[in-house]
Nanobody
């Protein structure tokens, strides 16, 4: 349901934009997020955005990364600037899909993308 793209090799100080498209036939999408997992480390939340556009960021990326979304395309983006070697990681997107049962009860399911590798190195 989620397809991430945009990773690659970039030099320190460079920029990269990640994209994650969500494929959903019904209902809507609530929060969308980017996580990352560096070698030997646990997965950490990088940035999140609500359906209304409210954002929050990990302290380590504030001022350098920007999360945005295009609700018409069900796509979330992560613009990364001033990249550092410690930003090297596999980046994963996830999203909360909202549907309703036949009786009108909301059901939220969280899906993950496949991950895209970002390597910051000279």
């Amino acid at each position: 349901q989620l397809q991430a793209s945009g990773g690659g090799l970039v030099q320190p100080g460079g920029s990269l934009r990640l994209s994650c498209a969500a494929f959903k036939s019904s209902g809507s999408i609530n929060d969308m997020r980017w996580y990352r997992q560096a070698p030997g480390k646990t997965r950490e939340l990088v940035a999140a955005i609500t359906s209304g556009g409210r954002t929050n960021y990990a302290d380590s990326v504030k001022g350098r990364f920007t999360i945005s979304r295009d609700n018409a395309k069900n796509t979330v983006y992560l613009q990364m600037s001033s990249l550092l070697p410690e930003d090297t990681a596999v980046y994963y997107c996830n999203a909360d899909f909202l549907d309703y049962t036949d009786s009108g009860e909301p059901v939220v399911a969280r899906y993950w993308g496949q991950g895209t590798l970002v390597t910051v190195s000279s």
